[in-house]
């Protein structure tokens, strides 16, 4: 594809649910970022990974957030007993190395009522 | 510890005037990177221009120019003739090479342009 992909568009949970965001990068980017968007905290980052090297996991604001990133490619963000205040837009971006430019995919909306 | 100020929360303005957003940042890098992103009403951000810390050449690209003075660590955004199509959330954006991979984002300047 020609872009970084997400899925899904929209989700809607109930707090305590777990949810799971897909990111598919651009072909060929070594490096993948997810980040948050919400009102009262602007865009934050939450997790880094760089190749095959242990990702860069000092963003993740609690322990119920985790992700992954099988084969280098597909990035899977995993977050356990969803709370309301983790209602936000969840962005994937992808660089061709750690420094390059990040480009950043549609984002999935996460609602949890 | 790395931080992006973006002073101006709304800039309101007229087709084809001119405006130009501000941009202040904070490092110790001695090499960073400076980013603008722009952020539709669709919601995806896309990626603008990028900036090294060792090139302070400013450029035009259209109707989009920067300046970049490392003297008051600053990177000012300027779209010319605005159209209604540039009516969108504006981002600066830092990362330095103590912080791999971590863009650090500005609040965002929206800007609306009226017919």
């Known amino acids: 594809g020609a872009g970084v992909s997400q899925s899904p568009s929209n989700k809607v949970t109930e707090k305590g649910k777990d949810v799971e965001l897909r990111c598919d990068p651009i072909?060929?980017?070594?490096?993948l970022y997810w980040y948050r968007q919400s009102l009262g905290q602007g865009l934050e980052f939450l997790i880094y990974?760089?190749?095959?090297?242990?990702?860069?996991k000092s963003g993740l604001p609690s322990d119920r957030f985790s992700a992954e990133r099988t084969g280098g490619s597909v990035s899977t963000l995993t977050i356990q007993r969803t709370q309301q205040e983790d209602s936000a837009v969840y962005l994937c971006?992808?660089?061709?190395?750690?420094?390059?430019?990040?480009?950043f995919g549609p984002g999935t909306r996460l609602l949890v009522l | 510890a790395q931080k992006v100020t973006q002073a101006q929360t709304e800039i309101s303005v007229v087709e084809k005037e001119d405006v130009t957003l501000d941009c202040v940042y904070e490092t110790r890098d001695t090499t960073y990177y400076l980013f603008w992103y722009k952020q539709p009403p669709s919601g995806e951000l896309v990626f603008l221009i990028r900036?090294?810390?060792?090139?302070?050449q400013n450029e035009i690209s259209g109707r989009y120019s920067w300046n970049f003075q490392k003297s008051t660590s600053s990177f000012n955004f300027t779209i010319t003739a605005s159209q209604v199509v540039d009516s969108a959330v504006y981002f600066c954006a830092l990362i330095g090479t103590d912080s791999w991979g971590k863009l650090q984002f500005g609040a965002g300047t929206q800007v609306v342009v009226t017919p």
């Open positions: 990974f760089q190749g095959n090297s242990a990702p860069d």
């Open positions: 900036r090294n810390s060792f090139d302070e």
């Open positions: 971006a992808t660089s061709l190395r750690g420094l390059e430019t990040q480009y």
């Open positions: 072909s060929g980017h070594t490096a």
